[in-house]
């Protein structure tokens, strides 16, 4: 193709119009592909810019405005920023309880999924149907899940307290009760996400450790947990970072279920940062002070991952290099 | 994935320790099959529990102690559910939307990223860069801004936000992965059928994308899934019932305890039921594009 274009192009050039020549090209077949590529890009240009670009710059616009949708907006400066830190009684309490809820759910998670990959690692009869089965809670609705366990949870009459009575145990008022629901719903998080794409993607990882490695570590004497602590954990790290991230953003977004089951009580001890954010922006219609909530939010994402990837350099290990 | 005998290991070990060997592997798969056994009993109950309570009376469903099994399954609940609550018509909105959306995610995205994978211009490899980066930005952001395009629009209390934005690209995600398809697929198919006459169009449309297949049905499943399940979006732009997806009419239903004086639960049950089945059996059906495309993004990030 090159051989083509190439000693064409020094006649070729006049009759290149300025748009094509803004687009990159020198030939007229080239003019012509760039046309197309931009016709064919045209419609995520669109998206990009009306869902995307413009939001991100809209929404940094309205934090530092007052806007309630109906009447014009109205400057305020930083006051939206100042209100959050300081003037906001559930700003601090939300996030704290949103970090409570993460440092547990993710942790756990990451440990269970990894579990439930080595455990449909080892090449038993009916794999694919265990797989499945760890994989449905994950599919399930967020919604048609809150709903089932609020169930399952009932104080008197659900099935969680009937099994705990039949071992002498009172089960607490779990959802009901403010010191319990944030366990309940930890409970539900870890039940509805370790078998999700999470322990996919750790299966996939597993089944990528080099076989000859593994069987020249055990020629070496290497015992089980030697042969997986010196070979199959570093082999796997890239998949450990990439699933500590994505579990970190997601536990930190924790909203349908919280909202569903207990709407963020009973008295706001499962009022996640989230719903705060929901609450302010579409209950209140306070749009500027969602706005600036919601950056704060994207500042925390940025900084949990920028710390992650940044560790990351000592303990993941990539094979390529 | 390669079947490998993991009991026997042919070598230079004798008869005996071969034996040894088998049945200590063996026994450890019988503790393997109890742990995994045991396992999937915990997560399958919450579905089993719902089911039962689904065909429960009225009676057995607020009974103490719990009746586990219902005496006669009341299937006649899951006919009262359509009536009670506006259900055919939530359904048909959530059929509306996860068609249009996954449509226009499959044929937006897939356009898109043959522009990226197949054609040179100035500001491409830019304009792909910032793609990748909307991936990691929460949609708490975005949400705000775009809440007040569609009101300005006139479309709150339409079904139009659910789907429309699908057909302008169909998200990062999805133009990424077929754009690494389209890179992998030879490039001497489109250059002869261009030398052939075929336009830029038809070279899409006729050879690459019947390649693609494969992408294609796995992004067509993920996006199905993701739009059957979304909460927050119809959540905000839905307010009037007769209006609602499934995910926000079972959030309403769950919300009303009693309706008409008789207590719902084992409805609400039913309809829990209806809600997930559907995303349940389209995912026996194609489990395959599903877990190939949760790997490749793993992979790839």
Known sequence: MAAITSPSTVYQQPRVGILARMAGAKSKMESNEAKWGYIFLLPWLIGLIVFWIGPILMSAYFSVMEYDVLSPPEWVGIANYTRAFTGDK?????????????????????????????????????????????????????????????????????????????????????????????????????????????????????????????????????????????VTLPMISPTLLFNLVLGVIGALKVFTLAFVATQGGPSFSTWFYALHIYQQAFAYFRMGYGSALAWIFVLILLTFTYVQLYSSKRWVYYAGE | MTTSNPTFTPGSQSGGAVKKRRRGLSMEHGVLYIIVAILAVVFMFPFFWTMMSSLKSIQEISKFPPVWIPETLQWGNYNKTLTIVPFMLWSYNSIFVVTLSTLGTVLSASLVAYSFARF?????????????????????????????????????????????????????????????????????????????????????????????????????????????????????????????????????????????GEPTQHLLMAASVMVILPVILLFFATQRYFVQGIVLSGIKG
Request: glycine residues 8%; aromatic residues 16%.
């Open chain 2, 120 to 260: 040179r211009y100035r500001g491409r490899d830019v304009i792909f860069m910032i793609t990748l980066g909307t991936m990691m930005l929460p949609a708490q952001v975005t949400l705000i801004p775009q809440f007040i395009l569609f009101h300005k629009l006139g479309w709150i209390n339409t079904l139009y936000p659910l789907w429309l934005p699908a057909w302008f690209g169909g998200g990062a995600f999805a133009i990424f992965l077929l754009r690494q398809f389209i890179l992998a697929l030879p490039k001497d198919l489109d250059e002869a059928a261009l030398i052939d006459g075929a336009s830029y169009f038809r070279i899409f449309w006729q050879i690459l994308l019947p390649l693609c297949k494969a992408v294609v049905a796995t992004i067509a499943v993920i996006s199905f899934i993701g739009s059957w399940n979304d909460f927050v979006n119809p959540l905000i732009y839905l307010q009037l019932p007769e209006k609602f997806t499934l995910a926000v009419g079972l959030n309403y239903f769950k919300n009303q305890p009693e309706m008409g």
């Open chain 1, 90 to 230: 559930q700003f601090w309490p939300s996030l704290a309880r949103t970090f409570n809820f993460s440092i547990i759910v993710v942790p756990l998670s990451i440990f269970g999924s990894l579990f439930l990959a080595i455990l449909l690692n080892q090449k038993l009869k009916g794999t694919n149907i265990f797989r499945t089965i760890f994989f449905l809670p994950h599919l399930t609705p967020a919604v048609a899940l809150a709903v089932l366990w609020v169930w399952l949870f009932h104080p008197s009459i659900g099935p969680i307290n009937t099994l705990l009575g039949f071992i002498g145990i009172e089960g607490p008022g779990w959802l009901t009760s403010k010191y319990w629901a944030m366990d309940a719903l930890i409970i539900v998080s870890l039940w509805a996400g370790v078998g999700g794409n999470t322990m996919l993607i750790f299966l996939a990882g597993l089944q990528g450790v080099p076989q000859e490695l593994l069987e020249a570590a055990e020629i070496d004497g290497a015992g089980r947990w030697a042969k997986f602590h010196n």
